[in-house]
Every structure is written in structure tokens, then in C-alpha cells.
């Protein structure tokens, strides 16, 4: 899979960087290179009628000021929790599915950045490992970022396994909706790394994930890297419910399955689509067609629009009674969702977020 770059922009601290030498080696000689002192100019939004799909295709390599773990920017009291931790490596996406939340949350800064200080981060992954000896962490690069998308210009991944490879306490999660897996395959990640897809019917991959490989695609690359030697988990988030939902949703499910049997997989995430008002409004500003963008929703006590409660139960429970007939009780999670729905779709209370992050990162 190869993105449009419109144009390559590398901040002066950076220049020199392993980062801005790869972009600019794979990418230099079809894309215009220029060298700003600030990348903050930079990054700001652009005089476009789209100003956000503008973005998508200015690549900005620049140093990170901030730090690059955080805990999930999903979690909240509000909700039963997975413990998730979040390294930010990259904002924005060369992909563009139409109910992708960035389209909110970077519209100030719609560039598509890629920190060349990246290997901090691996400062502050030890560290957390010293504040909390004994325990497990599931960390994932693909909340501000698809991981893989830009992988086979970057390399990063081989950074990263390289690193976490030696790590027993911590699980690397590179999710993504792309078949992007070919530096994956060219290193042995010693059980410390899953990767994850995030799987939606063939009717919503067609009308809102513009440029993303398709679930088939999808499902083939999980079965290569299982075989590579990696974990691998599935994401079913965000469930749409359209009139066939539940039909084409256990059609995909069916699908996963005959390609990968239950006992591999590692877990099982399910969130409803959900967005604020703004971001509903934006979504729909970009995308007036796509008929995933219309449905019936409630406003949240998190200010958030989802389907009807009682939909969404139904759709989760459908899923997980076909994973439960599978065989193998495979780890699984809702994301924001209150513990009254995690007890109406799994049967139990939802476990602490420290007690559900170690199970999920050891598997
Ligand atoms: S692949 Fe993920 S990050 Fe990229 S546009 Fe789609 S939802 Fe957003």
C-alpha cells in the first residue's frame, strides 16, 4: 500500500536524524523537501477547502516536546477500563476512514507528524517498568497514528521490536488497518509483541475507510504475522449499526475464524461508534455520502453520540456468543462502555483496569 505525500517537511533540530534520513531516502526523490527552524509553523492548518486531508499528506518530521507515554486517552471513571497505555510516535493518518476521531481532535494541527526522537520513549518505557517492578504493560503506538501505515518508509517497527524484544514485562501492540507487515516479518519479536486489526464488514470498509486495505486483506496479514511469530488481536470498534450489522458482522467473524482459530487469538476488543457532536459534524461536513454517518443516536453522559443501548448489547452479544461457540474463551474487552454493559454482554462484573492490562498484555 503506497499513500500520496504532497510534501516532505523536516524541522532543523531534526535534520540529520535516522528518521529524516530514511523519509527523506525513500521519499526524497518524488516528494519536495524544505527545512523549517520550528515545525510548529508547520503543522498548523492549511488555506484548503479540506484542510485536515491536506494534512494527511504533509509529512512533518519534527522532535517531540512533549512526553510519548500516556495513559489511553479513552479512559475515564465513566467507564470500565483495559489498563491501555499509549506511546504517541506519530500524529494523523495517511488513511482517512470518515469516522475517525482525529478529524476532531487535530484539526489545530492537521500535519501529519512524525517525532525523529522517537527512541526517548524508550527511556520512559523503562522507567515505568522501575516505578512498578513485578508488573505487565500492554503499550500500543496506534491511538494518534495507524502504526503501521508508514512502516515501510520509516521502519520504526524494527526500532521498536528491537527494543521491547528484551523487555519481559511489556507487550508492544501495533494496530493498524493496513497489510503493511513486511518489516514485521523480517524480525523475531520473542513473543513481546500482538498485533492487532481492527475489522469491520466489507459494507463499512467501503463506504467510511477510505484507503485502508480491505478485511480480507486484513485477516491474511494477521494469519502471516501468527505464523511470524507475533500475538494477534482483533478490534471490532467501531461497530456500526446499520440495518445488516449483525448479519455482516458474524459473517466477518466467520471469516476471522476460518482463517485463525479462537485458540490464537490473543483478544478481542468491541466499542460502539461514538462521537462528540463537533465530531459528527465534521464528519459529515467531509464525507455528506456515507450512509454510516446517519444513523439514530443517543447523547451520553460523556457527551458523546452512540447508538441506542440496547442495540449495541444486542450486537456485542451476538459476537461474543460465536466466539464463545468457538471453543476457547478468548480474552475480550469493550471499550467506553460503562460496567452495566460490560456485565449485560460478558455475564460478569468487568475486571480492574490493572488486573484486565496485565491479562491482555500477557495473553
Ligand atoms: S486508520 Fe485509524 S487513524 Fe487512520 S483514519 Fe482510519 S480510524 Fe483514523
Known amino acids: 500500500m503506497t499513500f500520496e505525500i504532497d510534501a516532505l517537511v523536516i524541522e532543523d533540530a531534526s535534520r540529520g536524524s535516522a528518521l529524516a534520513e530514511r ?44 512526553p510519548f507515554l500516556m495513559a489511553c486517552p479513552a479512559a475515564s471513571a465513566k467507564f470500565a477500563c483495559c489498563g491501555y497505555l499509549v506511546l504517541i510516535l506519530a500524529s494523523n493518518c495517511p488513511m482517512d476512514c470518515s469516522y475517525c476521531f482525529l478529524q476532531e481532535y487535530v484539526a489545530d494541527n492537521p500535519a501529519f507528524q512524525i517525532y525523529s526522537n522517537f527512541s526517548e520513549s524508550f527511556g520512559e518505557l523503562d522507567q515505568l517498568a522501575r516505578s512498578a517492578p513485578g508488573r505487565h504493560f500492554r503499550v500500543g503506538t496506534g491511538e494518534l497514528a495507524d502504526s503501521l501505515a508508514m512502516d515501510s ?9 528491537e527494543f521491547v524484544r528484551t523487555r519481559q514485562h511489556l507487550t508492544l501492540e501495533f494496530k493498524t488497518k493496513t497489510d503493511e507487515i513486511g518489516n514485521l516479518l523480517k524480525i523475531d519479536p520473542r513473543g513481546r509483541a500482538i498485533v492487532s486489526w481492527t475489522l469491520s464488514p466489507d459494507a463499512v470498509w467501503k463506504s467510511s475507510e477510505h484507503r485502508t486495505a480491505s478485511p480480507s486483506a486484513r485477516i491474511a496479514a494477521a494469519r502471516a504475522v501468527l505464523d511470524g511469530g507475533y ?9 456500526i ?8 458482522y458474524l459473517r466477518l467473524v466467520e471469516q476471522l475464524l476460518s482463517a485463525i482459530p479462537a485458540g490464537r487469538i490473543s483478544f478481542l476488543s468491541m466499542g460502539a461508534l461514538r462521537m462528540t457532536p463537533g465530531l459528527r459534524r465534521a464528519a459529515r461536513r467531509r464525507f455528506p455520502n456515507d450512509p454510516m454517518l446517519v444513523g439514530e443516536e443517543v447523547l451520553g453522559p460523556d457527551g458523546r453520540l452512540r447508538a441506542f443501548g440496547a442495540l449495541r448489547v444486542r450486537l456485542y452479544r451476538a459476537l461474543q456468543e460465536r466466539f464463545e461457540r468457538a471453543g476457547t474463551r478468548i480474552p475480550a474487552y469493550l471499550c467506553m462502555e460503562s460496567s452495566v454493559v460490560h456485565q449485560r454482554v460478558f455475564g460478569v462484573a468487568p475486571a480492574s483496569a490493572a488486573i484486565l492490562g496485565e491479562r491482555l498484555a500477557l495473553g
Open 23 to 66: 523519509l527523506a531516502g525513500a521519499l526524497g526523490a518524488s516528494v519536495p523537501v524544505s527545512f523549517v527552524s520550528d515545525a510548529r509553523e508547520a503543522v498548523r492548518p492549511m488555506a484548503a477547502p479540506d484542510s485536515l486531508g491536506a494534512g494527511k499528506r504533509r509529512l512533518v518530521v519534527m522532535k517531540r516536546r512533549t
Open 153 to 161: 518508509v520509516t521502519g520504526l517497527s524494527g526500532d521498536l521490536i
Open 231 to 239: 500475538r494477534v488481536g482483533f478490534h471490532f470498534d467501531p461497530m
Open 241 to 248: 449499526a446499520y440495518p445488516d450489522a449483525q448479519r455482516d
